[in-house]
């Protein structure tokens, strides 16, 4: 009799306190930037409160800023391996498993970033580069601003940046230096501070935004304008993780991803990075130089083999090459 009443006492107290079970599923966003970071505060933090307004309450994404659970070199693996799943980062440190996706870092070919991200991502959902794609479900893709060459010492000439040592990130980047003369020594941005104070470069390849994210201005006191592209970055999901959610909060997932995310953050990325090249121009002893005509012929004279090994190097190069220039002329043209 006592055992019985213990028994329909446990079984009021948890049919009458459920309340656990409503509580909005954790999913878990991989940031390697800081807090106060663009991608943070007009990417991914409006980005998860509308998924989780529009779910219902089913879903709460967390932020997990600053390389608390990933850093550039990881985030990738954390995101198929289910530590997070949610995950931003870079191309250019995944050029061997996206080689096609890649093609908006070839230079001469993009303009700012918001067309850059477009292209990549309209290639994406026509067919183009999907099959690289199978193990991740992509949110958004978008660049940084257009890449420029970032020194400690004055170079206003192509030929002033023969042997000269530089950082850059992925094997795009590394070519292009190598063709137009200097040494690439691969780096992330994490790393590229410590690096220049070091001495173990004179320059890096960066974007302003970049620049000023890392407080490269205090090292940095010269720029110079150079026609990089912008493989830019990515947000991802974890598939299986997708697929566990309710169907709710899998629509409000799917309807505020793809292009319009891609867009935004396009828009931001371009917006930021004007913003951060006034204010690191700002700072005492900036210096801001331009190619020549002439040095920009030469250099993209330069980077015709490049061009060729992208073509020869990739899955379908040639057809990947033409359909992104495609789109490139589709979004200039205002489609």
């Known amino acids: 009799m006592q055992i019985n009443r213990f028994v329909a006492a446990a079984v009021?107290?948890?049919?009458?306190?459920p309340a656990w079970a409503d509580d909005p599923?954790?999913?878990?966003?991989a940031n390697p930037a800081t807090p106060n970071d663009w991608v943070t505060t007009k990417g991914i933090d409006?980005?998860?409160k509308q998924v989780a307004e529009a779910s219902g309450g089913t879903v709460e994404i967390k932020n997990f800023a600053g390389g608390s659970i990933a850093n550039f070199r990881n985030v990738y693996d954390r995101i198929l391996n289910g530590v997070a799943e949610f995950g931003f980062g870079t191309f250019g440190a995944l050029e061997d498993q996206f080689p096609k996706t890649v093609v908006a870092g070839l230079p001469f070919l993009v303009n700012n970033s918001a067309e850059a991200g477009l292209a990549q991502w309209r290639l994406f959902a026509s067919g183009v580069t999907a099959s690289e794609f199978s193990s991740v479900k992509p949110i958004a893709m978008f660049g940084f601003g257009i890449?420029?060459?970032?020194?400690?010492?004055?170079?206003?000439?192509?030929?002033?940046?023969?042997?000269m040592k530089i950082f850059g990130n992925g094997r795009t980047v590394g070519r292009v230096l190598t063709l137009i003369g200097a040494v690439p020594i691969t780096s992330n941005p994490?790393?590229?501070?410590?690096?220049?104070?070091?001495?173990?470069a004179d320059a890096s390849v960066f974007t302003y935004s970049g620049v000023e994210a890392f407080?490269?201005?205090?090292?940095?006191?010269?720029?110079?304008?150079v026609p990089f592209g912008s493989a830019g970055g990515y947000f991802f999901m974890n598939k299986q993780a997708f697929a566990r959610l309710p169907e709710k909060a899998q629509q409000a997932v799917?309807?505020?991803s793809g292009e319009p995310l891609t867009k935004i953050i396009g828009k931001a990325a371009d917006e930021q990075d004007g913003s951060d090249r006034d204010k690191v121009m700002a700072q005492p002893g900036q210096t801001a130089n331009k190619l020549s005509a002439a040095d920009l012929e030469r250099m993209k004279k330069a980077m015709e083999?490049?061009?060729?090994?992208?073509?020869?190097?990739?899955?379908?190069?040639?057809?990947?090459?033409?359909?992104?220039?495609?789109?490139l002329a589709k979004i200039r043209g205002g489609s």
């Open 25 to 29: 599923i954790l999913l878990k966003f």
């Open 147 to 163: 890449s420029g060459l970032h020194l400690t010492k004055p170079v206003t000439r192509l030929d002033e940046l023969k042997g």
């Open 190 to 200: 994490a790393e590229i501070y410590q690096g220049l104070s070091r001495g173990l």
């Open 46 to 48: 409006p980005w998860a």
């Open 254 to 256: 799917d309807r505020f």
């Open 215 to 225: 407080k490269l201005a205090e090292l940095v006191k010269y720029h110079l304008d």
């Open 12 to 17: 009021f107290v948890l049919g009458a306190a």
């Open 305 to 327: 083999p490049l061009m060729e090994e992208w073509i020869a190097a990739t899955p379908d190069g040639a057809h990947v090459l033409a359909a992104f220039r495609a789109e």
